[in-house]
C-alpha cells in the first residue's frame, strides 16, 4: 500500500484547539461552497464549549443552518440572537449568532462616520447610495469586517467568529478595507468631489467621460444625485480612511486567526492555494487550514481479491466493483491534492473533514463536527 493509501480520507492531522481558545477574532475564508459557513458555526461550538462567550457571524447561511441557530426571524437577524441548545451543552460559554446585513452594516459606518446626522443623512438618503450599498463590489466582504470590528470593540465578546461571503475570488476579502482607500483616491472620486466651481472647470478627461456616460445611460437627475453622492461621502472620508486603517491593524493582530477552508477538489484546492500565499504575503495571522468533503479512500483490494473479481459477469457485484475503483481513484487525486495544499500551510495545524452522508444542518451535526475540528489526532503507537 502506499503512503498515500496508508493515510485515510478523513483522518486529522491537526486540531484548532488553540486557535479556538487564544484567539479573539477568527475570520473563514476560502473558495464557493467548500463549508465556510458551516466550519465558522461548528467553530463557534467549539468555542462555546471551551467556555467562551462567542458570536459567530453567518453570511447567508443554509437555511436548515440559520433556523438551527435561530437566525429565522427576518428582520432582527442581524443582531446577536442566543442559541440556547449550545449555551446549554457549555459550562461557562455560551454561543451567540446573527446573519450579516451589509447594507444595515454600511448604514450605521456611515452613521457613526458623520459629524453629525445631517452629513449621515445626506448620504444615508441619496438614491445613488442605496442602489448601491449592498451590491458595491467588495462591499460584502468589507461590511463582514466592519461587522467584526464592531463586535468586536463592543468588549462584550470573548471570541468573535466571522464568515465571509461566496466571492467570485476568495482573495477579495483581504483586500477589501485596501480596496476601499484605493477606491477613495481614485482620480474620478476625486474630480468628483471637489468643489462646484472647481468641478465645472474639471477637465479631467476620465471623469467627463464618465459623467457623459452615465447622463446618456441614465439621464441627468442621476448624474446630480451621482456627483452629490460622491461629495457627501467626502465628508466622511477621512473617518471612513481611518477606519480602514483600523481594521486592517485589526486583522493582522496576534489574537486574529484566518482559517482558510477548501475541498480537495482540484479547482478549490488552486483557489485556497492563491489565498494561502496571500495571507502569508500580506502578513495576516493564518490559524489554521480545514479541508472539508473529503471523500473516504475504500479499503484497498489484495491481489487475491483482484484475481478472484476478474470474471465476473455482468451483474451488481460488476457494478459495485466499478464504483469501488471510481471511488478509489477519486479518494487517491483527493490525497494527492490535500498534500499540495499542506505544504502552503506550513507549520498551521490541518484538520481534514469527512464528506459526510448527511448535511450539517443541526446543533447536533455542528457539535460532531466542533468535536473533529478541536481533538487532537492520536499520535502515532497510541491506543
Ligand atoms: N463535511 C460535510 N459533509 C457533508 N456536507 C457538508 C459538510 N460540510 C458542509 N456541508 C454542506 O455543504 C453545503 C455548503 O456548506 P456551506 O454553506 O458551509 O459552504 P460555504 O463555503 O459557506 O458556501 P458559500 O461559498 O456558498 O458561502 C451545506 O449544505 C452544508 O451543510
Ligand atoms: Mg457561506
Redesign the pocket.
Known amino acids: 500500500m502506499s503512503d498515500v493509501e496508508q493515510r485515510h480520507g478523513g483522518e486529522r492531522d491537526g486540531s484548532l484547539v488553540d486557535v479556538v481558545r487564544r484567539c479573539d477574532l477568527i475570520l473563514?475564508c476560502?473558495?464557493?461552497?467548500?463549508?465556510?459557513?458551516?466550519?465558522?458555526?461548528a467553530l463557534g461550538v467549539a468555542a462555546a464549549r471551551a467556555g467562551r462567550r462567542t458570536v459567530v457571524v453567518t453570511?447567508?447561511?443554509?437555511r436548515?443552518?440559520a433556523d438551527a441557530l435561530g437566525l429565522a426571524q427576518g428582520a432582527a437577524a442581524d443582531q446577536p440572537h442566543q442559541v440556547p441548545e449550545v449555551t446549554r451543552r457549555s459550562t461557562d460559554g455560551e454561543l451567540w449568532a446573527l446573519m450579516l446585513d451589509a447594507e444595515k452594516t454600511f448604514d450605521r459606518l456611515v452613521r457613526s462616520q458623520s459629524a453629525n446626522r445631517a452629513q449621515a443623512e445626506a448620504v444615508l438618503n441619496n438614491p445613488v447610495y442605496q442602489a448601491i450599498s449592498g451590491s458595491l463590489s467588495g462591499a460584502q466582504e468589507y461590511m463582514a469586517i466592519e461587522r467584526l470590528h464592531e463586535l468586536h470593540v463592543s468588549g462584550e465578546w470573548d471570541l468573535v467568529i466571522v464568515?465571509?461571503?461566496?466571492?467570485r475570488h476568495a482573495i477579495d476579502l483581504l483586500e477589501a478595507p485596501d480596496r476601499l482607500v484605493g477606491f477613495l483616491g481614485h482620480p474620478i472620486y476625486r474630480a468628483l468631489t471637489v468643489g462646484q466651481r472647481t468641478f465645472a472647470k474639471v477637465t479631467d478627461a476620465a471623469s467627463s467621460m464618465f459623467l457623459w456616460a452615465v447622463k446618456r445611460l441614465a439621464g441627468p437627475q442621476i448624474v446630480e444625485d451621482t456627483v452629490e453622492f460622491f461629495r457627501s461621502l467626502a465628508n466622511i472620508e477621512g473617518g471612513l480612511r481611518r477606519r480602514a486603517k483600523e481594521v486592517s491593524k485589526l486583522l493582522r493582530a496576534d489574537s486574529t486567526a484566518f482559517v482558510v477552508?477548501s475541498s480537495p477538489r482540484a479547482e478549490a484546492v488552486g483557489e485556497a492555494g492563491h489565498l494561502l500565499d496571500a495571507v502569508g504575503e500580506k502578513g495576516f495571522p493564518l490559524g489554521g487550514l480545514v479541508v472539508?468533503?473529503?471523500h473516504p479512500l475504500p479499503v484497498a483490494l489484495s491481489d487475491d481479491d483482484e484475481g478472484l473479481l476478474a470474471d465476473l459477469d455482468d451483474g451488481p457485484l460488476l457494478d459495485h466493483l466499478a464504483w469501488h475503483r471510481e471511488l478509489s481513484t477519486l479518494a487517491l487525486a483527493e490525497r494527492r491534492e490535500i498534500e499540495a495544499l499542506e505544504a502552503l500551510a506550513a507549520d498551521a495545524p490541518v484538520v481534514e473533514?469527512?464528506?459526510?452522508?448527511?448535511?450539517?444542518?443541526d446543533v447536533e451535526?455542528l457539535v460532531g463536527?466542533a468535536s473533529r475540528l478541536v481533538e487532537r489526532a492520536d499520535p502515532p503507537g497510541s491506543s
Open positions: 473563514t476560502g473558495p464557493g461552497g467548500v463549508g465556510k459557513t458551516t466550519t465558522a458555526a453570511v447567508d447561511p443554509a436548515r443552518l464568515d465571509t461571503p461566496p466571492s477552508v472539508n468533503l473529503i473533514l469527512p464528506l459526510l452522508d448527511v448535511d450539517v444542518h451535526g463536527l
